[in-house]
């Protein structure tokens, strides 16, 4: 089985055991002293939609045309000749859904359920994107709350979202138990506006940052700890990660980079580098740090692997990275080189231990 809890802007320091100061991480430490933590695991964008296009299909966002963050008033989405991650599993028995915020395209062709995901309940985009935004108040129509593919409330109360969303993971998880699965878990968090519910409000010593943290992080023990009652925990790879780096110009609403340079929108470290942490009892070894670098596209190619499943008859530029996550001896990152595009353009190149922007 397969988990894949993707953030939105939670930057590199913003877990524990990636030198967070003040935000308090048990589940997430606890996954990575279990597990794999990679110290260079790139996003393939420094925004929102690029980078979840290249996590689903593998490919650099200009490959599949989404090299853009899509509004409201986008009439593009995921094309429908692209294989996401649950189209390559569905052939193989896979139960697949995707709990959170999908922004790959809000009209009904584009939405998971079309691109291979049993279920789907969230926000088709980002949830800043409405008619309270601080800064275009009116500029957004109402947020809608989707289900399959019906609207069922408009601006819901984002408190909420995070609880809600796994609940639902909770719940698939409890019902596919005998079967493989895929829940794919994108939060709509730590994305501003931020919203906690009541149980972690004013309950970190941050603020509203590190409440929403907190509340994140129980939701990653909500998963483990299903995982280990449902008596799979050591058939499921569970894989933590984040879109882009912190939106740094929201101050204390806003997470960390540090060391790294800049945040959300760059193509420097602090905008693509992410804190990622894979956990898979029995086939993962525990505590291992991987410093080679690797890429949010290469989740779809190793999964394929894993799995058994066909790669899709597209050129993809993801590669397998479970050497390095399996900790085989002298495994090198599978690329040559990894490019970083701001939109259209070419802004940085990293090979090995280099990066030339």
Not at 278 to 305: F, H, N, Q, Y
Request: charged share 20%; aromatic share 12%.
């Amino acid at each position: 089985n397969f988990v894949i809890i993707f953030m939105d802007d939670q930057g590199y320091a913003d877990v524990g055991c990636f030198g967070a100061k003040g935000l308090e991480t048990p589940n997430l430490d606890r996954m990575a002293d279990e597990g794999v933590r990679f110290t260079d695991f790139y996003a393939a964008a420094a925004s929102c939609t690029p980078s979840r296009a290249a996590l689903m299909t593998g490919c650099y966002p200009q490959r599949v045309g989404l090299p853009h963050v899509l509004g409201p008033n986008a009439k593009i989405g995921i094309n429908s000749e692209e294989q996401t991650i649950a189209d390559i599993l569905k052939p193989r028995g896979y139960a697949t859904a995707c709990y959170g915020k999908w922004h790959l395209g809000h009209h009904p062709q584009f939405l998971p359920t079309r691109h291979g995901f049993d279920d789907y309940f969230g926000l088709p985009y980002s949830n800043d994107m409405w008619p309270h935004h601080p800064e275009r108040p009116g500029g957004y129509p109402d947020l809608p709350l989707i289900e399959g593919e019906k609207i069922i409330e408009y601006n819901p109360d984002q408190t909420q979202l995070t609880t809600w969303y796994t609940e639902r993971a909770v719940k698939f998880i409890e019902a596919n138990k005998d079967r493989p699965f895929f829940v794919y878990l994108p939060h709509s968090m730590v994305h501003v506006p931020l919203f906690v519910s009541d149980k972690f409000k004013g309950k970190s010593k941050k603020g509203l940052f590190g409440d929403v943290i907190m509340e994140i992080d129980w939701s990653v023990g909500q998963i483990l700890s299903t995982l280990k009652r449902m008596g799979i925990d050591k058939k499921t790879l569970v894989i933590f990660s984040s879109d882009n780096g912190p939106w740094l110009s929201y101050g204390d609403h806003a997470g960390s980079a540090r060391p790294l340079r800049e945040g959300k929108g760059t193509t420097f470290d602090g905008g693509q580098r992410e804190p990622t942490i894979m956990r898979w009892p029995g086939k993962i070894p525990v505590g291992l740090v991987c410093k080679e670098p690797a890429s949010a596209m290469d989740v779809l190619p190793t999964l394929s692997k894993l799995a058994g499943a066909q790669l899709p008859a597209r050129p993809i530029d993801g590669k397998d990275i479970w050497p390095l996550m399996s900790g085989k001896q002298r495994a090198n990152s599978p690329h040559e080189a990894l490019f970083y595009y701001h939109g259209w353009a070419l802004e940085a190149v990293r090979s090995g231990k280099w990066k030339l922007h």
